[in-house]
């Protein structure tokens, strides 16, 4: 692409803005919908459709092992020294980095 300007350096200056902005607002809203938002993400990304009908019953089904699963990792993992919420930041900050560059096509 030759617009005059560096295309590189603009897409991952933009990436690192993206990134930082989407961190500031799941922190400003809170882990409950930041587990939304994952949810809703990781069962669009497992079923690739369109259907409300199966769409809402994964997401509802995704959730429940995402909560199970954080207890579980609060429980057994953390040993109770942490938080649901730490656990749910954590895992959905790592998913987040994977669907960043994963989309990211540099």
């Known amino acids: 692409i ?5 295309y590189q350096k603009i ?7 993206i990134a930082i ?3 500031i607002s799941t922190a400003l809203v809170g882990p409950i919908t930041f587990l939304g938002l994952l949810v809703v993400n ?3 990304e497992l079923f690739k459709t369109a259907k409300h009908s199966i769409l809402l019953s994964a ?7 995402a909560l199970l699963g954080g207890v579980f990792f609060v429980s057994r993992v953390f040993d109770y020294n942490a938080t ?9 900050g790592i998913y ?3 669907l960043v560059l994963k989309g990211n096509k540099l």
């Not at 897409?11 to 803005?17: E, G, H, P, T, V």
């Not at 649901?84 to 959905?92: A, C, E, H, K, P």
């Open 2 to 6: 030759n617009l005059g300007i560096n």
């Open 11 to 17: 897409s991952k200056q933009l990436m690192i803005i």
């Open 84 to 92: 649901i919420s730490v656990v749910i930041n954590f895992l959905g």
């Open 59 to 65: 997401c509802i089904l995704i959730s429940i092992l």
């Open 21 to 23: 902005l989407t961190s």
């Open 42 to 44: 990781i069962t669009y």
């Open 96 to 98: 987040f980095i994977y």
